[in-house]
């Protein structure tokens, strides 16, 4: 089972990015999906994380209002679009994966991750 993230990039304070992670090697339809983040010198923190069916989410708190979380399943694809970007947004963002319906939001309870997407928030 593979997750590649993509769509990170440099953008100015306020400004949209929307990262996408594609999923091969098996249905991850049956997982809730996560968005994590880590900044330099920082622990790796949750950002947001939906069921399996799309229907539940859940953000923390320094993202809820500004970043939307969405699946695809039909592409196995999971979407993180981020609005009113901030520099403290600023951060090597990852996806992973969870077998099952409850959603978490430790990071030691998943069981696939990619390798990660930078974004830079910065004039």
């Known amino acids: 089972a593979q997750l590649v993230e993509s769509g990170g990039g440099l953008v100015q304070p306020g400004g949209s990015l929307r990262l996408s992670c594609a999923a091969s090697?098996?249905?991850?339809?049956?997982?809730?999906m996560g968005w994590f983040r880590q900044a330099p010198g920082k622990e790796r923190e949750f950002a947001a994380v939906?069921?399996?069916?799309?229907?539940?989410?859940y953000y923390a708190d320094s993202v809820k209002g500004r970043f939307t979380i969405s699946r695809d399943n039909a592409k196995n694809t999971l979407y993180l679009q981020m609005n009113s970007l901030k520099p403290e947004d600023t951060a090597v963002y990852y996806c992973?994966?969870?077998?099952?319906?409850?959603?978490?939001?430790?990071?030691?309870?998943?069981?696939?991750w990619g390798q990660g997407t930078q974004v830079t928030v910065s004039s």
């Open positions: 992973a994966a969870k077998y099952g319906s409850v959603l978490y939001e430790s990071r030691d309870e998943y069981d696939y």
């Open positions: 090697g098996r249905t991850f339809s049956s997982y809730a």
């Open positions: 939906i069921s399996w069916s799309g229907g539940n989410t």
